[in-house]
Each structure stands twice: as structure tokens, then as C-alpha cells.
């Protein structure tokens, strides 16, 4: 390094760690349960989606203690993933039942889904609530964001039931890590440019451009 090269502050060391936290968070349970997977598929083909199960389970445990040592804090939309992983994992298990494993992603996300559109419909939006201490916005914006994001969650839930019932266990598995994520990485970046436009905006300019944009 050269020596000119300013050295990280102390806000930014704990930015990067907070962001590194997160995405392990986020990522860490899927990688868990691909990886366990994949290696008891090795072993004992048929118990492979009981093993995966059992260390996503462990691995959402620990994700859901890494949210609160490292923000004070679980996410909402963490919480409520954990809470359904800890009850079909162990359907899963107790009745020795691959179908729960496969209808759990359905159920997240289908969750997700009415949770967001139930919100909006009854005058309420949640996705507001969850990242408003990230994001400024205007209202308008903050509706766009939220209904996208189910219609999202609902792709996803319909994605998964066409996934388990029409391919191998093995590639439906690894689609988790090797297909959802990079869609969910791409509909992100997708949706980066209208917040990164509206973020400290009021209101009031959004309504100024919606009129500029129809005349």
C-alpha cells in the first residue's frame, strides 16, 4: 500500500464491518444449507434435504444473533423469515417430510407478498416502515418501491412451486444459491436508480415532476 493512501477511519471500519454483517445475514443460511446439501447428497443421497435442513435451521439461529450483536436489532422481514424457517425445518424433520422443505420458500415469500399488498391495500405501508430509518422518500416513491416488491416476493413464490414440482430435487436445491439470489441481486439493482433519484426529496418535487412528465 502506498503511503499516501489514507488509512480507514474508524466510522468506515465499522460501516464495512456493518455491511460484511449484513450480507452474511442475508446470504450466510442459503450458503449453509447449499453446501450441507450438496455435501450429504455425496453421502447419503436421500437424507441430503433433511441434513440441509437441519444446518439452514442452525445457520438462521446464528444469523438471527448476528442481527441483534451487530444492529441492536432483528429486521422485521429476518424475524418473520426465521420464525417460518423454525416451523417448516421442523415439520421437516419431526415428520421426516421433504414437502415442507419444498413449500417453505413459498410460503416466505407468498408471506411477504400479502404482507406488502395488505398493507398498501388497507392504507399502511409496511415496506416503509422497515427501511424508512435507511431511506428518505417521498410517499409516492415509497408505494412504487412497496408494490414492486411484491409483485417480487409473489414471482418468487410462484417460481418455487414451478421449481420443486418440475426439476430434480439437486438442481431445484442449488437454484436457491445459484438463481434466486443473483434474480433478487438484479431486481435490486433495477429498483437503485428511482431511489437513488428520490432519496432527500420531499413530496412535493415528486408531484412537481409527475406533472412535468405528463404535459
Known amino acids: ?3 499516501d493512501t489514507p488509512e480507514p477511519t474508524g466510522a468506515t471500519k465499522t460501516q464495512t464491518a456493518g455491511q460484511g454483517a ?3 445475514v442475508d446470504v450466510g443460511p442459503v450458503v449453509v444449507f447449499v453446501v450441507a446439501y450438496n455435501v450429504a447428497r455425496r453421502m447419503a443421497p436421500d437424507e441430503a434435504i433433511f441434513w440441509g435442513t437441519g444446518a439452514y435451521m442452525v445457520a438462521m439461529v446464528i444469523a438471527l444473533a448476528i442481527a441483534w ?3 441492536k436489532r432483528i ?3 429476518l424475524l418473520m423469515t426465521g420464525g417460518i424457517v423454525m416451523v417448516f425445518g421442523g415439520l421437516t424433520l419431526w415428520l421426516h417430510s ?3 422443505a419444498y413449500v417453505k420458500p413459498t410460503i416466505i415469500n407468498g408471506a411477504f407478498a400479502v404482507l406488502i399488498a395488505g398493507s398498501l391495500m388497507a392504507g399502511y405501508n409496511v415496506w416503509k416502515v422497515f427501511f424508512s430509518g435507511v431511506f428518505e422518500l417521498p410517499e409516492q416513491v415509497w408505494r412504487v418501491l412497496a408494490w414492486r416488491w411484491a409483485g417480487w416476493f ?3 413464490a410462484i417460481l418455487n412451486e414451478i421449481m420443486w414440482r418440475n426439476t ?3 438442481f431445484w436445491a442449488n437454484f436457491k444459491l445459484w438463481g434466486v439470489m443473483p434474480l433478487t441481486f438484479l431486481f435490486a439493482l433495477a429498483n437503485a436508480p428511482i ?3 428520490w432519496t432527500g426529496r420531499t413530496e412535493e418535487e415528486y408531484q412537481e415532476w409527475l406533472v412535468t412528465k405528463a404535459r
Do not use: Y
Request: net charge negative; aromatic share 12%.
Open 154 to 156: 409473489a414471482f418468487l
Open 98 to 100: 421433504e414437502i415442507f
Open 69 to 71: 450483536f451487530t444492529q
Open 168 to 170: 430434480p430435487e439437486a
Open 22 to 24: 449484513k450480507l452474511l
Open 195 to 197: 431511489t437513488m433519484k
Open 1 to 3: 500500500m502506498s503511503d
Open 75 to 77: 429486521p422485521p422481514l
